[in-house]
């Protein structure tokens, strides 16, 4: 194997050996390449397309103009071979004698576009304008940026925040290929906040993560009402995911270290996806400080990313809507069709105008139980065919349309309606027993007044909708 270029790993300030073990792992040729930054031309670099599936190399222009090629991801000018590939560098240059022919860059293009050998990419996510033709204005412009993130990055952080959010309407069949209406709620969220350090340092929360109590009663009072799980292991499996990420996608993360913590106002347990919010905001935060884009991770794989973190590195119960709404914020309209879902691995998503919202009422429950536990055993009858479920997942999908069509034409009493469709379809095959004398509770009194009721979440609260003023309480 060889290793050509203009710099050395070190100056490029990212790890070799992620370089190496993605080289390994594809058993081909290597291209390290970037996103490059409004302004740059084309014409002053080698230009690569991607697939961004396999990421192997499908194409590679040396310089070319504007109209060639819509990519802007140029390479840096480093590049790995097999020892077995190299004899076609003697090759190119029998058959190219001319002196501008004999450019590294040219000498790729032939090798990928003419041999068609194997090539992969792996993309750095930072810029490298200062390889090539530069003038002095581009080294002032970035020693300034490199001298500022050396000197002041210390006494300052990122913060990134992620809000609770409300199932509207269709869940919870968004595990069940269905379909679901969803909303954040600025009343709650979580924040997670990064700054560079010499270590990487995840800090547990005072409240959320205690190891110290006042008393064996504090401990039985708090671990009660809180639970066992805080949110640093969220925190710790975010960052192990996010690294996995990166790796599996080619994606090389400069040698930088961090401290990372979090916090959070959104009630505990109830049903608020307030563990996926955290996750969410640590997400941004992590893109934010190696400088990663929504290509690398695009919003509808950001989803997933959040959801995985939860139900393969935790093992906790969760379905996808609550991480959709929380990536794309707003009103969301949900579709996770099982064909599509099995095609592209999520489904499809769409942002509605926050104005089709009315004006929802929120109660939860102060001592809950585990959310968790609502689900209890319809996952395994809806995996047996249960025609019962099977045909409430398709009914919930059906009221969430006609509550899309409602909300958009502002017709709320139609709305209210529906909302206590979805309840009473829930509770027909999750029996009382599975939603719990608190929830149903919380929904008979709602109603008392003269609301639609129904579950947001898996448990532990409701949301309402009031057509009478009267009956609501400023």
């Not at 992620?18 to 996103?35: D, Q």
């Not at 919010?277 to 941004?284: E, G, P, Q």
């Not at 989803?303 to 139900?311: D, M, P, Q, R, S």
Request: net charge neutral.
């Amino acid at each position: 194997m060889v290793v050509a270029g203009d710099m050395l790993c070190e100056d490029l300030n990212f790890d070799i050996a992620e370089v190496l073990k993605f080289f390994t792992f594809k058993k081909g040729e290597l291209v390290i390449y970037y996103e490059m930054e409004e302004g740059e031309k084309t014409e002053s670099r080698g230009i690569v397309e991607v697939c961004p599936s396999t990421h192997r190399i499908t194409k590679f222009y040396e310089k070319p103009s504007a109209d060639v090629t819509e990519s802007r991801l140029a390479s840096v000018v480093f590049y790995c071979f097999q020892s077995k590939t190299l004899p076609t560098l003697g090759e190119y240059l029998k058959y190219h004698p001319l002196v501008e022919d004999r450019r590294l860059g040219k000498y790729m293009e032939w090798l990928i576009n003419k041999t068609g050998i194997t090539v992969f990419g792996m993309k750095l996510p930072t810029g490298f304008q200062l390889i090539g033709q530069v003038d002095l204005s581009e080294y002032k412009k970035w020693l300034a940026c490199y001298s500022s993130k050396q000197h002041g990055f210390a006494a300052k952080s990122i913060t990134c925040r992620s809000y609770a959010r409300i199932g509207i309407m269709g869940n919870p069949s968004d595990g069940f290929y269905g379909k679901t209406i969803a909303m954040t709620i600025s009343n709650f969220w979580a924040d997670a906040m990064i700054c560079e350090s010499k270590k990487v340092v995840l800090i547990p929360h005072p409240l959320n993560d205690p190891t110290e109590f006042g008393s064996l009663q504090d401990l039985h009072r708090i671990s009660r009402k809180e639970g066992y799980l805080g949110g640093l292991r969220l925190l710790q499996a975010t960052c192990k995911k996010f690294y996995q990420y990166c790796s599996e996608q080619g994606i090389a993360l400069a040698k930088r270290n961090f401290t990372l913590k979090y916090d959070t106002n959104v009630p505990r347990q109830v049903g608020l996806a307030g563990s996926s919010a955290i996750v969410s905001a640590t997400l941004k935060c992590l893109m934010k400080f190696y400088d990663l884009i929504d290509d690398d991770l695009p919003k509808p794989l950001r989803a997933n990313f959040i959801l995985n973190v939860e139900t393969e590195e935790l093992i906790i119960t969760a379905g996808l809507q609550d991480r959709v709404v929380q990536v794309y914020e707003g009103l969301v309209y949900m579709d996770f069709n099982k064909e599509l879902m099995e095609k592209q691995d999520y489904g499809r998503y769409v942002t509605m105008d926050i104005s089709c919202a009315p004006h929802f009422w929120l109660a939860y429950m102060g001592d809950p139980s585990d959310s968790g536990k609502i689900h209890s055993n319809v996952r395994q009858r809806w995996l047996n065919g249960d025609c019962d479920v099977m045909a409430a997942m398709k009914t919930f999908a059906e009221l969430t349309d006609l509550a899309k069509t409602a909300m958009e034409s502002r017709n709320w009493n139609e709305l209210s309606e529906l909302m206590n469709k979805n309840f009473e379809l829930r509770r027909s095959i999750y029996t009382d027993a599975c939603l719990g004398q608190g929830n149903l509770r919380m929904v008979e009194l709602g109603r008392q007044f003269g609301s639609a009721v129904k579950l947001p979440g898996s448990g532990g609260a409701v949301i309402g909708l009031c057509l009478d003023p009267d009956n609501l309480v400023g």
